[in-house]
Protein backbone atom coordinates (compact mmCIF):
# COMPACT_ATOMS: atom_id res chain seq x y z
CA UNK A 1 0.00 0.00 0.00
CA UNK A 2 1.48 3.52 -0.91
CA UNK A 3 2.13 5.97 1.99
CA UNK A 4 -0.01 8.61 0.18
CA UNK A 5 -2.65 8.22 -1.85
CA UNK A 6 -5.04 10.51 -4.30
CA UNK A 7 -7.16 9.40 -7.21
CA UNK A 8 -4.72 10.42 -10.46
CA UNK A 9 -7.63 11.92 -12.19
CA UNK A 10 -7.63 13.93 -14.29
CA UNK A 11 -10.75 15.64 -13.20
CA UNK A 12 -11.95 18.14 -16.18
CA UNK A 13 -14.08 20.87 -14.59
CA UNK A 14 -15.96 24.04 -15.88
CA UNK A 15 -14.93 27.65 -15.09
CA UNK A 16 -16.61 28.77 -11.82
CA UNK A 17 -16.88 25.03 -10.65
CA UNK A 18 -16.59 23.83 -7.25
CA UNK A 19 -13.92 20.91 -7.44
CA UNK A 20 -12.94 18.29 -4.22
CA UNK A 21 -9.83 16.39 -3.89
CA UNK A 22 -9.09 13.69 -1.44
CA UNK A 23 -6.29 11.72 -0.22
CA UNK A 24 -5.52 8.74 2.35
CA UNK A 25 -2.30 8.36 4.17
CA UNK A 26 -1.05 4.98 5.63
CA UNK A 27 1.35 5.91 8.81
CA UNK A 28 -0.92 7.36 11.54
CA UNK A 29 2.36 8.55 13.05
CA UNK A 30 2.62 11.82 10.10
CA UNK A 31 2.22 15.03 11.95
CA UNK A 32 2.40 17.30 9.45
CA UNK A 33 0.26 17.55 5.94
CA UNK A 34 0.17 20.19 3.26
CA UNK A 35 -0.78 20.41 -0.17
CA UNK A 36 1.89 21.74 -3.40
CA UNK A 37 0.75 22.52 -6.55
CA UNK A 38 2.63 21.15 -9.38
CA UNK A 39 1.72 22.82 -13.14
CA UNK A 40 3.21 21.08 -16.32
CA UNK A 41 7.23 20.18 -16.61
CA UNK A 42 7.23 22.74 -13.40
CA UNK A 43 8.74 22.84 -9.43
CA UNK A 44 5.83 21.39 -7.08
CA UNK A 45 4.99 24.66 -5.20
CA UNK A 46 3.66 24.90 -1.46
CA UNK A 47 0.23 25.91 -1.64
CA UNK A 48 -1.03 25.38 1.54
CA UNK A 49 -0.79 23.66 4.87
CA UNK A 50 -3.66 21.33 6.54
CA UNK A 51 -4.27 21.51 10.30
CA UNK A 52 -6.82 19.75 12.24
CA UNK A 53 -9.20 22.40 12.95
CA UNK A 54 -9.48 23.31 9.02
CA UNK A 55 -7.99 26.26 6.98
CA UNK A 56 -9.14 28.55 4.22
CA UNK A 57 -6.93 30.67 2.06
CA UNK A 58 -9.28 32.42 -0.12
CA UNK A 59 -11.19 30.04 -2.26
CA UNK A 60 -8.66 27.08 -1.41
CA UNK A 61 -9.92 25.02 2.22
CA UNK A 62 -8.19 22.08 3.44
CA UNK A 63 -9.22 19.87 6.41
CA UNK A 64 -7.90 16.97 7.95
CA UNK A 65 -9.15 14.24 9.62
CA UNK A 66 -6.60 12.28 11.97
CA UNK A 67 -8.93 9.92 12.99
CA UNK A 68 -9.63 8.61 9.54
CA UNK A 69 -5.92 9.27 8.17
CA UNK A 70 -7.71 11.49 5.65
CA UNK A 71 -6.86 14.70 3.91
CA UNK A 72 -8.84 17.05 1.69
CA UNK A 73 -9.13 20.09 -0.64
CA UNK A 74 -11.69 22.10 -2.11
CA UNK A 75 -11.31 24.71 -4.67
CA UNK A 76 -14.49 27.01 -4.80
CA UNK A 77 -15.03 29.64 -8.18
CA UNK A 78 -12.25 27.65 -10.16
CA UNK A 79 -10.29 29.40 -12.77
CA UNK A 80 -8.13 28.43 -15.20
CA UNK A 81 -5.24 29.45 -13.51
CA UNK A 82 -6.36 26.64 -11.21
CA UNK A 83 -5.29 23.93 -13.88
CA UNK A 84 -2.40 21.77 -12.67
CA UNK A 85 -1.53 18.89 -10.36
CA UNK A 86 -2.07 19.18 -7.02
CA UNK A 87 0.07 16.47 -4.20
CA UNK A 88 -0.94 15.40 -1.00
CA UNK A 89 2.03 15.59 1.12
CA UNK A 90 2.60 13.95 4.98
CA UNK A 91 5.45 13.98 7.15
CA UNK A 92 6.41 12.60 10.16
CA UNK A 93 7.51 15.63 11.54
CA UNK A 94 6.26 18.71 12.95
CA UNK A 95 7.05 20.82 10.02
CA UNK A 96 7.59 20.78 6.63
CA UNK A 97 11.16 20.60 6.85
CA UNK A 98 12.01 17.23 6.94
CA UNK A 99 11.79 14.61 4.94
CA UNK A 100 7.81 14.85 2.41
CA UNK A 101 6.38 11.95 1.52
CA UNK A 102 4.15 12.69 -1.79
CA UNK A 103 1.33 11.32 -3.26
CA UNK A 104 0.98 10.59 -7.01
CA UNK A 105 -0.59 13.78 -7.40
CA UNK A 106 -4.18 14.74 -8.72
CA UNK A 107 -4.30 16.32 -12.49
CA UNK A 108 -7.34 18.87 -12.88
CA UNK A 109 -7.82 20.72 -15.84
CA UNK A 110 -10.64 23.82 -15.40
CA UNK A 111 -12.46 24.20 -19.14
CA UNK A 112 -13.42 27.58 -20.25
CA UNK B 1 17.09 35.47 -8.51
CA UNK B 2 17.16 34.30 -5.45
CA UNK B 3 15.15 30.83 -5.27
CA UNK B 4 16.95 27.06 -5.52
CA UNK B 5 18.73 26.98 -8.75
CA UNK B 6 20.43 23.42 -10.35
CA UNK B 7 22.22 22.84 -12.99
CA UNK B 8 22.01 21.52 -15.63
CA UNK B 9 18.55 21.52 -16.83
CA UNK B 10 19.09 18.29 -19.10
CA UNK B 11 20.76 15.91 -19.11
CA UNK B 12 21.21 13.18 -21.71
CA UNK B 13 23.16 10.17 -21.40
CA UNK B 14 24.38 7.01 -22.45
CA UNK B 15 24.04 3.88 -20.44
CA UNK B 16 26.93 3.47 -18.02
CA UNK B 17 28.03 6.76 -17.89
CA UNK B 18 28.54 8.91 -14.74
CA UNK B 19 26.68 12.00 -14.56
CA UNK B 20 26.97 14.88 -11.22
CA UNK B 21 23.98 17.47 -11.15
CA UNK B 22 24.40 20.90 -9.02
CA UNK B 23 22.27 22.52 -6.97
CA UNK B 24 22.52 25.77 -5.00
CA UNK B 25 20.11 26.80 -2.49
CA UNK B 26 18.26 29.84 -1.14
CA UNK B 27 21.38 31.50 0.12
CA UNK B 28 20.27 31.61 3.46
CA UNK B 29 19.03 28.20 3.82
CA UNK B 30 20.88 25.38 5.70
CA UNK B 31 18.52 22.73 4.82
CA UNK B 32 18.74 21.23 1.64
CA UNK B 33 16.71 17.95 0.12
CA UNK B 34 17.66 16.03 -2.84
CA UNK B 35 14.34 13.91 -4.72
CA UNK B 36 13.48 12.30 -7.78
CA UNK B 37 9.90 12.50 -9.62
CA UNK B 38 9.11 9.61 -12.83
CA UNK B 39 6.28 10.87 -15.06
CA UNK B 40 3.38 10.07 -13.43
CA UNK B 41 4.56 9.88 -10.07
CA UNK B 42 5.06 12.34 -7.32
CA UNK B 43 8.43 13.27 -6.18
CA UNK B 44 10.15 10.99 -3.90
CA UNK B 45 12.86 11.41 -1.14
CA UNK B 46 16.39 10.32 -1.61
CA UNK B 47 18.33 12.10 0.86
CA UNK B 48 18.91 15.59 2.82
CA UNK B 49 21.63 17.68 4.52
CA UNK B 50 21.45 20.43 7.36
CA UNK B 51 24.42 21.93 6.61
CA UNK B 52 27.42 20.07 5.56
CA UNK B 53 25.85 16.85 7.42
CA UNK B 54 23.83 13.60 5.31
CA UNK B 55 20.81 13.78 7.72
CA UNK B 56 18.97 11.09 5.97
CA UNK B 57 19.47 8.74 3.06
CA UNK B 58 16.35 6.84 1.51
CA UNK B 59 16.24 3.01 0.21
CA UNK B 60 16.00 4.49 -2.78
CA UNK B 61 19.83 5.89 -2.99
CA UNK B 62 21.41 2.71 -4.12
CA UNK B 63 24.99 2.37 -3.64
CA UNK B 64 25.67 4.27 -6.96
CA UNK B 65 24.06 7.43 -5.97
CA UNK B 66 25.90 9.79 -3.78
CA UNK B 67 25.51 13.23 -2.90
CA UNK B 68 27.37 16.01 -1.10
CA UNK B 69 27.36 19.34 0.36
CA UNK B 70 30.90 19.95 1.27
CA UNK B 71 31.33 23.78 2.94
CA UNK B 72 27.19 23.68 3.74
CA UNK B 73 26.07 25.58 0.47
CA UNK B 74 25.52 23.90 -2.43
CA UNK B 75 24.70 20.35 -3.39
CA UNK B 76 26.05 17.86 -5.64
CA UNK B 77 24.28 14.71 -7.04
CA UNK B 78 26.44 11.78 -8.51
CA UNK B 79 24.94 9.10 -10.19
CA UNK B 80 27.80 6.53 -11.22
CA UNK B 81 27.28 3.69 -14.17
CA UNK B 82 24.05 5.09 -15.08
CA UNK B 83 20.76 2.57 -15.96
CA UNK B 84 17.60 3.63 -18.00
CA UNK B 85 15.99 3.48 -14.50
CA UNK B 86 17.77 6.20 -13.66
CA UNK B 87 16.03 8.62 -16.35
CA UNK B 88 13.43 11.08 -13.98
CA UNK B 89 14.04 14.63 -13.03
CA UNK B 90 15.85 15.26 -10.02
CA UNK B 91 14.37 18.15 -7.48
CA UNK B 92 16.29 20.00 -5.15
CA UNK B 93 14.91 21.58 -2.43
CA UNK B 94 15.55 23.89 0.33
CA UNK B 95 14.32 25.43 3.77
CA UNK B 96 15.70 26.81 7.08
CA UNK B 97 15.39 25.28 10.00
CA UNK B 98 12.66 26.88 11.41
CA UNK B 99 10.14 27.02 8.19
CA UNK B 100 7.47 25.37 7.29
CA UNK B 101 7.78 25.34 3.23
CA UNK B 102 10.50 23.41 1.27
CA UNK B 103 11.40 25.48 -2.00
CA UNK B 104 12.10 23.43 -4.81
CA UNK B 105 14.44 24.53 -7.51
CA UNK B 106 13.27 23.69 -11.87
CA UNK B 107 14.84 20.41 -11.40
CA UNK B 108 17.61 18.27 -13.91
CA UNK B 109 15.73 16.12 -16.37
CA UNK B 110 17.63 13.26 -17.03
CA UNK B 111 17.34 10.70 -20.17
CA UNK B 112 19.43 7.78 -19.63
CA UNK B 113 19.85 5.87 -22.98
Known amino acids: RKEVEQDPGPFNVPEGATVAFNCTYS??????FFWYRQDCRKEPKLLMS???SGNEDGRFTAQLNRASQYISLLIRDSKLSDSATYLCVVSLFNFGNEKLTFGTGTRLTIIP | DTGVSQDPRHKITKRGQNVTFRCDPI?????LYWYRQTLGQGPEFLTY????????KSRLLSDRFSAERPKGSFSTLEIQRTEQGDSAMYLC???????????FGPGTRLLVL
Open chain 2, 49 to 56: FQNEAQLE
Open chain 2, 93 to 103: ASSSADQETQY
Open chain 1, 27 to 32: NSASQS
Open chain 1, 50 to 52: VYS
Open chain 2, 27 to 31: SEHNR
